[in-house]
């Protein structure tokens, strides 16, 4: 029962962590176009934030547990 309840704590993470690089990524690239990046690129940045999150909170709550 540990583990789901890990798993879904570390899910929930993931997500609210791709949404929040997501939300900032989106606002700096359409505030700031001097910086040269495409609004577009706030999708791949949520892409790549999501997993290291949930990967990350794997390892926290394993950890933690000990």
Not at 4 to 23: C, D, M, W
Not at 32 to 47: D, F, N, Q, R, T
């Amino acid at each position: 029962m540990a583990f789901k309840r890990n798993l879904v704590l570390s899910l929930l993470l993931g997500i609210g962590g791709g949404l929040a690089a997501y939300a900032l990524a989106w606002g700096l690239f359409t505030t700031h176009p001097e910086l040269g990046m495409e609004v577009g690129s706030a999708l791949s940045i949520a892409a790549w934030t999501a997993p290291l999150f949930f990967v990350g909170g794997l390892i926290y709550f394993a950890v933690r547990k000990r």
